[in-house]
C-alpha cells in the first residue's frame, strides 16, 4: 500500500549513458513533483505535472525530461549523464498542486554516475 | 545568496533536552512555512504546517513565524532519540507547489 514509488532504489551507470526513473503515486493527486538532492542534502524542486501538464519547469539542463502518461506517473529521463548529475533524486506528490499542501514524497533512487 | 538559509549542523544534543531549529528567508512573499523530517535514506515527511505569522503546536512540537524578521523556528520539546534526523524547513510563495527548501538541519539525540 505504498503511497509514492519509485524505481529503482539505486542506479550506477558509466558518464554517458541515458537513464530513466520511474514514479507512481496510488494517493489519486492530480500534481506530481521531482526533486533533486544533493551530498549536502539541499533539496531543490526541479519539475512539477498537474494532470499531465507541466506546471514547474525549474533551470535545468535540457538532458532532463518528464514524461507524464497519466496522473498517477511521472517519470524522469536522462540523456548523456554527467557525473555531476550523481544525487538522490526524489518523486513527490500532492492533491492539487497549491503552495499550502502536503506533498507526500517517494523513497528516492540514489544515482551514480561514474 | 540563497533565498532560505539553515545552518546544516549538525547538532548533538542529550536525551529531555529542547532543540530549537531555524530558518531565515529573503522573499517577503513567502506565506506558506513547513518543516518537514527526513530519516536517513528515507523521503523527507511532513511534520508541522503554519501559515502566515504566528505560533502552532502539534504535542512536542512547536513551529514558530516571524514575518517582520524573515525568521521561522521549530522547537522539540522532551526530546528523544527517535527525533534523531535531518530536519527541513520549507516555504512557498503562491498557489503552484513550488517549495524553497533550507539545506536542513542534521539532528542527533543521544540516549
Given at each position: 500500500?505504498?503511497?509514492?514509488?519509485?524505481?529503482?532504489?539505486?542506479?550506477?551507470?558509466?558518464?554517458?549513458n541515458?537513464?530513466?526513473?520511474?514514479?507512481?503515486q496510488?494517493?489519486?493527486?492530480?500534481?506530481?513533483?521531482?526533486?533533486?538532492q544533493?551530498?549536502?542534502?539541499?533539496?531543490?524542486?526541479?519539475?512539477?505535472?498537474?494532470?499531465?501538464?507541466?506546471?514547474?519547469?525549474?533551470?535545468?539542463?535540457?538532458?532532463?525530461?518528464?514524461?507524464?502518461?497519466?496522473?498517477?506517473?511521472?517519470?524522469?529521463?536522462?540523456?548523456?549523464?554527467?557525473?555531476?548529475d550523481?544525487?538522490?533524486?526524489?518523486?513527490?506528490?500532492?492533491?492539487?498542486?497549491g503552495g499550502?499542501?502536503?506533498?507526500?514524497?517517494?523513497?528516492?533512487?540514489?544515482?551514480?554516475?561514474? | 545568496?540563497?533565498?532560505?538559509?539553515?545552518?546544516?549542523?549538525?547538532?548533538?544534543?542529550?536525551?529531555?533536552?529542547?532543540?530549537?531549529?531555524?530558518?531565515?528567508?529573503?522573499?517577503?512573499?513567502f506565506?506558506?512555512?513547513?518543516?518537514?523530517?527526513?530519516?536517513?535514506?528515507?523521503?523527507?515527511?511532513?511534520?508541522?504546517?503554519t501559515?502566515?505569522?504566528?505560533?502552532?503546536?502539534?504535542?512536542?512540537?512547536?513551529?514558530q513565524?516571524?514575518?517582520?524578521?524573515?525568521?521561522?523556528?521549530?522547537?522539540?520539546?522532551?526530546?528523544?532519540?527517535s527525533?534523531?534526523?535531518?530536519?527541513?524547513?520549507?516555504?512557498?510563495?503562491?498557489?503552484?507547489?513550488?517549495?524553497?527548501?533550507?539545506?536542513?538541519?542534521?539532528?542527533?539525540v543521544?540516549?
Amino acid at each position: 500500500d505504498t503511497a509514492v514509488s519509485q524505481t529503482p532504489k539505486y542506479l550506477v551507470t558509466q558518464m554517458g549513458n541515458d537513464k530513466s526513473i520511474k514514479c507512481e503515486q496510488n494517493l489519486g493527486h492530480d500534481t506530481m513533483y521531482w526533486y533533486k538532492q544533493d551530498s549536502k542534502k539541499f533539496l531543490k524542486i526541479m519539475f512539477s505535472y498537474n494532470n499531465k501538464e507541466l506546471i514547474i519547469n525549474e533551470t535545468v539542463p535540457n538532458r532532463f525530461s518528464p514524461k507524464s502518461p497519466d496522473k498517477a506517473h511521472l517519470n524522469l529521463h536522462i540523456n548523456s549523464l554527467e557525473l555531476g548529475d550523481s544525487a538522490v533524486y526524489f518523486c513527490a506528490s500532492s492533491p492539487t498542486g497549491g503552495g499550502a499542501e502536503t506533498q507526500y514524497f517517494g523513497p528516492g533512487t540514489r544515482l551514480l554516475v561514474l | 545568496q540563497k533565498e532560505v538559509e539553515q545552518d546544516p549542523g549538525p547538532l548533538s544534543v542529550p536525551e529531555g533536552a529542547i532543540v530549537s531549529l531555524n530558518c531565515t528567508y529573503s522573499n517577503s512573499a513567502f506565506q506558506y512555512f513547513m518543516w518537514y523530517r527526513q530519516y536517513s535514506r528515507k523521503g523527507p515527511e511532513l511534520l508541522m504546517y503554519t501559515y502566515s505569522s504566528g505560533n502552532k503546536e502539534d504535542g512536542r512540537f512547536t513551529a514558530q513565524v516571524d514575518k517582520s524578521s524573515k525568521y521561522i523556528s521549530l522547537f522539540i520539546r522532551d526530546s528523544q532519540p527517535s527525533d534523531s534526523a535531518t530536519y527541513l524547513c520549507a516555504m512557498s510563495a503562491g498557489n503552484t507547489g513550488k517549495l524553497i527548501f533550507g539545506q536542513g538541519t542534521t539532528l542527533q539525540v543521544k540516549p
